[in-house]
C-alpha cells in the first residue's frame, strides 16, 4: 500500500504505517513485505468472505447489548498488547521470532485482545451496552502454510453483569434463555478446581460456573449458526443430517482464568476455532467495571470463513483475483468452486546451522531481517549492541521466505534433519512449495527467488548452504 514505507535516511531507518511516522530502533523487525499488507481493511468490504463472516458472527450478539466495534490501525502499545493483560515478561508471544515490533515501543497487534482495555473501559461509560465485538486484522510471525498466514483477523467478544441483588439468578435466567443448538458437544472442561485452570480467588464459584455455562452456550450458536448456514449452501443432496462435532478443552491464557478452547470436527480432525474465558478480575477493575464479573472470547475469522465457504488455502482472501472475488456477496453462504490451479514448484534449501557460533559474521536471530534487507543495509554485519546472537529459529527462515517470495509461496517444510556424527553441526532441510494463485511461475523466477532465500540466510544468520 502507498501509505506504507520503510524508510531509510542517512544511517536511520523507520517506517510510515498508515500515514503515520515511527522510528525504527534494536527491535524494529517490520518488512516491506508484511507492510504491503496492512490497511486492506478486507472485514469492511462487503461481498468479501472476511466481511460475510464477520457479520454472521456478529448477528449472534445483538445491538443494543453488544456494541460492534471494528479497528482499522494495527499499530498499538506494547503496553496494550501485553502488560495490561498480564502477559509474563518472558512469555514467548512477546519474542522477537513470534511478534512484528515497530520499534520497542509498539508492534502489529498479535490479536484483537490488544483492544479490551479500551473496550472495557467504554462499556463502563455506557451502561446500555453489557458487552462488545471487536474485529480487526492481526499479525503473527508464523510457519506457512494452508491455514497460516502472517496476517489474519480475529473477532473478540465480551459480556459482562454488573453487581447486583441475586446475580447468580439473573445469570442463570440468561443462560436459560438460550435456544437449543442441535451440536454434539462434549465438554472436557468443567472442573474448576485444578491449579492449571483455576477459578480466581476473588469469585464466588457459583457464579463462575454459570457464567462459564453462559460462555459456552453463546458460543455453540455461533456454531450452530454456522454449520447451519454451512449445511444450507450445499445442494440438498450433498447436505449431511449428521450433527457437527465439537469439543470443549481447557487452556490457559493470562488474562482469563478459568480459559477454554473448542475445537470441531474438521474431516476426521480436531481444529481450534477460538480461545475463551472469564475475564480476570484485574482486568475489569482497571476499566472501571467495579465488582463486575464476565466472559471474554476470541475467534480466528478464517477458521469460520473457510468452514463457511470451504475455502482451501488462507491466502485466497488476499487474492485480488475476480474470479475469486466475484464468487462471493454480501449476506450470502455459497461454497467456493475452485479454479484451475498453477502448477507447483518445490525447490530444497539444505543448511549447517553453526553449534558455536563465532558472532562475527552474525546479528541476532531475525533481528532486522526484514529491515536490513528492504533498506537496503548491511545485513551481515553485527550491531555493537548485538554481539550475542540468538539460536536460529524456525520463524526466520519463514520469514526470509515472506519476505523474499511473499505469496508466491504455498508452504514450507522441514524435510530432513540430521547432526554430524563427528564434528556435532546439525544440518537442516526445508521444502519450499512455490506456486501462485494468479499465474504460472517460470523456472527463471523461481530460481531467482531461491537463490535469494539462500544469500539472505547466509547473510543473516550465517548458515552455511550444502
Ligand atoms: C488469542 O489470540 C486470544 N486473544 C483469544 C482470547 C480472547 C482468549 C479473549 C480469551 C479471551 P489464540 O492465539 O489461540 O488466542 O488465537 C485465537 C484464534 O485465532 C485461534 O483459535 C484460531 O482460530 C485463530 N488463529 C490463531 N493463529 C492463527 C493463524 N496463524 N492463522 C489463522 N488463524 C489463527
Ligand atoms: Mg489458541
Known sequence: SQENTIIHDSGRSGAK??????????????????????GRNLYEQPDHPISITRKLIESCFEE???????????????TDNFDTLGFPKDHPGRSRTDTYYVNSTHLLRTHTSAHEHNAFSWLAQNTSSKGYTICADVYRRDSIDRSHFPVFHQMEGARVWPPQENRAAVIQRDCNDMPQTNLLVEDQATDFSTDANPLQPEHNPEEVHLVARHLKLSLEQVIQRIFQASQASLPSTARSDAPMQARWIEAYFPFTSPSFELEVDW????????????????????????????????????????????IP?????????????????????????PFSKYPACYKDIAFWINATPS??????????????????????????????P????ENDIMEVVRDVAGSLVE??????EFVHPTSGRKSLCYRINYR?????????????????VGKRMEGLFGVELR
Not at 64 to 78: D, I, L, Q, R, Y
Not at 390 to 393: K, L, Q
Not at 437 to 448: A, F, I, K, M, P
Open 17 to 38: 504505517i498508515l500515514g503515520a511516522p515511527f522510528i525504527f530502533d534494536e527491535t524494529s523487525n517490520l518488512s516491506s513485505s508484511i507492510l504491503g499488507l496492512v
Open 64 to 78: 443494543p447489548t453488544f456494541k460492534h466495534f471494528a479497528m482499522n490501525n494495527p499499530v498499538v502499545t506494547v
Open 267 to 310: 474431516n476426521g480432525e480436531w481444529l481450534e476455532l477460538l480461545g475463551c474465558g472469564v475475564t480476570k478480575q484485574s482486568i475489569l477493575e482497571k476499566a472501571g467495571l467495579t465488582n463486575h464479573i464476565g466472559w471474554a472470547w476470541g475467534v480466528g475469522i478464517e477458521r469460520f470463513a473457510m468452514l463457511l465457504f470451504g
Open 313 to 337: 488455502d488462507i491466502r485466497l482472501f488476499w487474492s485480488t483475483d475476480p474470479r475469486f472475488l466475484k464468487q462471493f456477496t454480501r449476506g450470502k453462504i455459497t461454497k467456493f468452486e
Open 359 to 388: 558472532g562475527s559474521s552474525l546479528v541476532g536471530a531475525s533481528s532486522t531481517s526484514g529491515v536490513a534487507a528492504a533498506a537496503g543495509g548491511d545485513a551481515t554485519k553485527a550491531s555493537p549492541t548485538e554481539t550475542q
Open 390 to 393: 540468538a539460536a536460529f529459529h
Open 411 to 416: 508452504d514450507v517444510k522441514l524435510v530432513d
Open 436 to 452: 501462485s494463485l494468479e499465474r504460472t511461475l517460470t523456472n527463471d523466477e523461481v530460481n531467482g527467488l531461491h537463490d535469494e
